[in-house]
């Protein structure tokens, strides 16, 4: 079968209620048609996702946006006009089209449009919006290859359509528009640096009182392995007898190469590294490891979502 073969299975899977995981620019996707309630409950059902974790929904244009929410800011569409499609979510008030098991029963609706042309033509020929979360069991890390899919959930959905290693390898960015000030809810593939040279400044702190993204829960992107985020001598000291794996952005000195080690960037290229996160994780859990340490990220550019990736990976959930 072609790939354009493929996509027009999976659309037609879609149209019938069924669950299909895609790939995006950022990572997989396992989606269901937004308005069919009992397909998206499949997905929170496979991905034993909690129900007040409210879905990303999908569109394969942006005039689309109009259909499925309530008003547009124009800081939000200077955003859809700068990053869509890219890897940028915008949260808006909801139309009462969209069903609650959607988001979770909240007012607001968070929609991006994906920039791969497996997703865009999936979400055309189904001829309707994609509600779909990261193709992974929920609180594990999100897959950035077919195989990651297939390995978690393979027989569980109806197809999966592969479309190779995602480019970016961080989901995308949320921001949201409920408040007059944009806020950051997750540092994402596109930069918080990048979005405030477009609209000014965005919060980053939202208040105790409004809906974050649930995905911000402590505990989240977690292996099996504990992931340690310290890279003193006094840690590496403290772990010698332990089998050790490393995760770092560029190749340390020599007296640490005998160890497992992932380098997500040689030359500590930040995108580069994003990219290759999820899978060197997932290799370095692979390996029955006591413990994997990860060196500290400068936390600019694509850096700050590396980092909030890694510190929730390695959270105890308290
Ligand atoms: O890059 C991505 O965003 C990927 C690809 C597949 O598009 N999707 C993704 O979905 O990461 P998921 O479900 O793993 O993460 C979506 C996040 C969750 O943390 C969820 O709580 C938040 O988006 N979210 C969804 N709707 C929201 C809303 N109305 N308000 C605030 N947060 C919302
Ligand atoms: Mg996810």
Not at 66 to 90: D, H, Q, Y
Not at 227 to 252: M, Q, T
Request: glycine share 8%; with cysteine.
């Amino acid at each position: 079968m072609t790939d354009n073969q493929k996509i027009h299975r999976a659309a037609e899977i879609i149209k019938k209620g069924g669950i299909v995981a895609f790939p995006t620019e950022t990572v997989y996707g396992l989606g269901a048609d937004a308005f069919n309630p009992l397909a998206v409950a499949r997905v929170f059902e496979v991905k034993k996702r909690p129900y007040f974790d409210p879905l990303i929904v999908h569109v394969a244009n942006p005039a689309d946006v109009k259909k499925l929410v309530k008003e547009t800011p124009s800081n939000a569409k200077k955003l859809i006009e700068r990053f869509w499609p890219g890897p940028l979510t915008i949260v808006l008030l909801k139309e009462e089209n969209i069903p609650d098991i959607v988001t979770a029963g909240l007012p607001t609706l968070a929609i991006r449009m994906p920039n791969h042309p497996m997703a865009l033509t999936l979400i055309k020929e189904s001829k309707c919006p994609i509600a779909a979360p990261s193709a992974n069991p929920f609180g594990y890390l999100s897959p950035t290859t077919a195989e990651h899919v297939r390995d978690q959930l393979g027989d569980q959905v109806d197809l999966i359509l592969d479309g190779g290693p995602c480019p970016v390898g961080v989901e995308s960015t949320i921001v949201s528009f409920l408040d007059k000030k944009p806020m950051l809810l997750r540092p994402g593939g596109v930069s918080l640096e990048e979005i405030e040279s477009v609209i000014g400044e965005v919060g980053t702190s939202p208040s105790e009182d409004r809906p974050t993204a649930p995905g911000m829960l402590p505990k989240h992107y977690a292996p099996r392995t504990p992931i340690v985020l310290d890279w003193s001598e006094k840690s590496l000291d403290l772990y010698k007898d332990k089998n050790v794996g490393l995760l770092v952005l560029r190749e340390p000195g020599n007296n640490l190469k005998f160890r497992p080690m992932e380098i997500l960037s040689k030359r500590g290229d930040l995108r580069e590294a994003a990219g290759n996160l999820f899978a060197a994780i997932r290799r370095l859990d692979e390996l029955n490891l006591d413990l994997i340490i990860a060196t500290p990220i400068p936390e600019i550019g694509l850096g700050r979502a590396i980092m909030d990736r890694l510190r929730r990976a390695a959270s105890k959930g308290e």
